[in-house]
């Protein structure tokens, strides 16, 4: 894995630190290392090694709670691993995602719970694809469940309007246009026990709906996609001595059922896992 350069890093960092202007009542900042085999879309299935550092931050406060995360992602297939939007580009991408939502019972100063629902929010999603100059607003509801078990159980239901800052005349791949969608994302945390040593099942499940799609290449029909990320995680710095919930080790596993919306691209990928949480 090469070196984050100078600007990745800004970027990154940048994030982090914002986080600190908020009045925050509780917070969880971790850094994220992956590496499996994923397939690229708009190659026929190739698959290449890939090695994606994510920052990620949840946190909390008075009237509800904010989550992000920023993905660096890293392509080395001995020469084939170009931006398969870009040939001959650099090897290296980014992806983000920014989420705020807002208790509907803690503005209220009412309990708002039936069934499995112990809350309602209002959810401003934004995320966010500098390689197709390309951004998404995500507003929507979230139902926070009551799940026996969970550290936490959401289930988002947003739309998926896109926008975009490219042209037609751009020599890279570019999303110029895509008719709005919707999005339902149920998001978890599991922890649990095996024995003395602590493991937590954790992630989220998509599903973003079809929709038309406008580059400077052409245009064509995104089919629905199917994205589930659920990770297993091992409390490596707990069984070590150290203190629990810093270190952990695991594997992601990736199933991706039309990826990006590229009908038959199907990824099922086992990925190693490294989790710093700070």
């Known amino acids: 894995?090469?070196?984050?350069?100078?600007?990745?890093?800004?970027?990154?960092?940048?994030a982090a630190f914002s986080t600190t202007a908020l009045a925050e009542t509780w917070s969880s900042t971790e850094i994220h290392l992956t590496y499996g085999e994923l397939e690229q879309v708009g190659t026929d299935g190739a698959k290449v090694d890939t090695s994606i550092v994510t920052l990620q931050h949840a946190g909390g406060w008075k009237y509800g709670d904010n989550f992000f995360f920023i993905d660096h992602l890293e392509f080395d297939s001995d020469g084939k691993g170009d931006n398969p939007f870009n040939p001959g580009s650099d090897s290296n991408e980014m992806y983000g995602e920014w989420y705020s939502n807002f208790s509907l019972g803690a503005i209220t100063g009412s309990e708002i719970k039936f069934g499995p629902v112990k809350d309602i929010g209002v959810i401003a999603g934004f995320n966010w694809a500098p390689e197709v100059d390309s951004w998404w607003f995500l507003p929507g509801v979230r139902f926070d469940l009551d799940l026996p078990g969970f550290a936490f159980a959401h289930l988002d239901i947003t739309a998926y309007q896109h926008q975009s800052g490219g042209s037609a005349d751009s020599a890279a791949f570019t999303v110029i246009d895509e008719d709005n969608s919707y999005m339902i994302d149920f998001n978890w945390a599991y922890p649990f026990k095996i024995g003395s040593t602590s493991w937590s099942l954790e992630g989220h499940i998509e599903y973003i709906d079809g929709r038309d799609q406008v580059t400077n290449f052409g245009s064509g029909e995104l089919e629905s996609h199917i994205l589930a990320q659920p990770q297993l995680r091992f409390d490596l710095g707990e069984a070590m001595g150290n203190e629990a919930g810093n270190l952990f080790v695991g594997i992601e596993y990736q199933y991706w059922k039309n990826k990006l919306g590229e009908d038959g691209t199907d990824e099922n990928e086992v990925q190693l896992l490294a989790v710093w949480n700070f």
């Open 1 to 14: 894995m090469k070196i984050l350069s100078k600007t990745t890093a800004a970027i990154l960092l940048g």
